[in-house]
Structures are given as C-alpha cells and as structure tokens.
C-alpha cells in the first residue's frame, strides 16, 4: 500500500487548478480601493465607501461592520461561531465577509461596473 | 456477515464520537470553514471494508445526528451536500480509477469542500465565496491526505476483520 502514480498526478492537478484560480482571482481582484456591498439574505442593502471611516449596524444590529484605512472587517455579530468576527479584513475588489448565520455577505465591489463583470471567479 | 447491525452501530458511534472529539481540538488556522473532517475517516474505512451502500447510509446517519447533537439545520444541510458529493467522487474513483487510499482521500477532501461552497454559494445568493476556491481546494487536499494516511495504516491492521 502507499502512493501510487496516479495519486502523485490527481494531487498535482488539485495543486494546479488551485494555483490558476487564485491568480485569476489575484489578477482581476485588484481594482484599488473600491466599495462595500452589504447583502441581507441577497437583498442589497446598502453600499458604502471604503475611503471613508465609520461604523455600520447590519441586522438592526446583529452585526456590525468597521471601515477603517480602506478596509472592512466585521467588529461584531451575535452568531455563536464568530467566524466573521476572525475573518481578515477586506479591501481588494472581489473580497468578501460572509456570516451565513445572518445570512450577511459583505463584498467589496469596484467603483467601475465593467471590472465588476470581467471578474472570474 | 450475520452481525452487519452491530458494526454499523459501531461505526456510527465512533463517526459521532469522532465529531465530537474535532470540536475539542483547536485547529483553527484562521481559514473559515476548514477543518479536519476526522469522521470522515470512518467513512473511507467503510467504503472499503463494506460498500458503497453502508457508507452512505453512515455518512448520512452521521450526518444528521451529529448535526442534531453539535450544529443546526443549516450546519446539516452544508455536511450534507459536502459528504454526498465527497462519497459519490470516492466510490466511483475507487470503483474506475488505479488510485490508492490515499488519492481516493484526497479527492473525497476536495470534493466535499467544493459540494459545501457551492451549497453556500446557493444559500447567500452569491458567487464570492468561490474566491475561496484555492484555499478550500489545497485544504482539502492536506485534510484527506492526512485522513487517507490514517485509513490505510487502519484497513490494514482491520485486514482480519470481514465485514462485507
């Protein structure tokens, strides 16, 4: 028993994909600074600029979200798992903070709608 | 095989015991949703001593108590989609491919990260979370590496034991 062959190509090809993915998503994710999209269970609702620093209540409060220094990262949120809470903060086009408990995504989207669609992910 | 009920009974208690036991360890590496999936090492265990059949009535009994037990109905719902897809790819990869335990792991890993993201990428109505495609795609491959690693050094010390 042990490695054979094949599993030497299957964990190379893995490896590969992964490896074209996240340069695709390196090299259309930079857009500069750019601004967030709060989505509640898919609904928009509201956009805010990434240049600008300030506190937003998401929920009616279950979650808060800070922008700091061109970046976004969630302060707060009353899910069990805090997994939002330990994201890092985001700041690149295509980012996103996601609190499936709340149903909160938050993404960083470019201020230039036709980079938004060329986006490969 | 006349005791087919008790060793299922077994091997559901040690995938839940198995649940229990991750929860306990910290293996938190500041990637979100990734984890080691220890139960599913009973589950390659018995994809290879039973069939088909048996893993996927335990992963699916795992699935659903442990959910219970530890998480809620959406925690179900992503083990769910992760663990169906991940047995459907090991069965037939096993059934037509000249792969090892551990290939076969290796792709049960990756693919039960894939059927989760895109179960959440259906939930939160987005296609963003497919930026953590990489991630979850190198995971899963380290994860059912590990676990691939384990179940082989347990089939064969489990050689003695038929349970088909």
Redesign the interface.
């Known amino acids: 028993?042990?490695?054979?062959k094949?599993?030497l190509v299957?964990?190379g090809i893995?490896?590969c994909?992964?490896?074209v993915?996240?340069l695709v998503?390196h090299f259309t994710?930079e857009a500069g600074k750019g601004i967030v999209a709060i989505?509640v269970?898919?609904v928009t609702e509201g956009t805010y600029v990434l240049t600008e620093d300030r506190r937003i209540e998401i929920n009616h409060g279950t979650n808060i979200l800070e922008i700091k220094n061109g970046e976004a990262s969630m302060i707060e949120a009353d899910c069990p798992d805090q997994?939002?809470v330990?994201?890092?903060a985001i700041s690149a086009d295509?980012?996103?903070i996601?609190c499936?408990?709340n149903?909160i995504?938050v993404?960083v989207e470019s201020d230039k709608e036709s980079e938004l669609d060329a986006v490969m992910? | 095989m006349k005791n087919r009920v008790a060793y299922f009974g077994v091997f559901v208690a040690l995938a839940l015991i198995f649940s229990y036991v991750e929860t306990m360890i910290p293996f938190q590496i500041g990637i979100p949703g990734v984890k080691l999936g220890l139960a599913n090492l009973i589950v390659v265990i018995a994809l290879y001593k039973t069939d088909v059949k048996e893993a996927l009535l335990l992963s699916v009994t795992r699935v659903v108590l442990s959910g219970f037990i530890f998480g809620n109905l959406a925690s179900i719902l992503y083990s769910l989609a992760g663990g169906l897809v991940s047995l459907a790819v090991m069965a037939l990869l096993k059934k037509y491919a000249d792969l090892s335990i551990i290939g076969v792991s290796v792709a049960g890993g990756v693919f039960h990260n894939i059927g989760q993201l895109v179960v959440a990428a259906i939930v939160v109505e987005t296609y963003s979370v497919t930026g953590y495609l990489p991630v979850l795609l190198v995971a899963g491959l380290i994860t059912g590496f590990v676990i691939g690693t384990v179940a082989t050094e347990m089939i064969r010390r489990l050689r003695n034991i038929d349970l088909r």
Request: hydrophobic fraction near 35%; include cysteine; charged fraction near 30%.
């Open positions: 028993m042990g490695l054979k094949k599993d299957l964990m893995i490896l994909i992964a490896a993915c996240s998503h994710g989505k269970d898919g997994i939002c330990h994201e890092k295509g980012e996103s996601i499936l408990p149903k995504v993404e992910k």
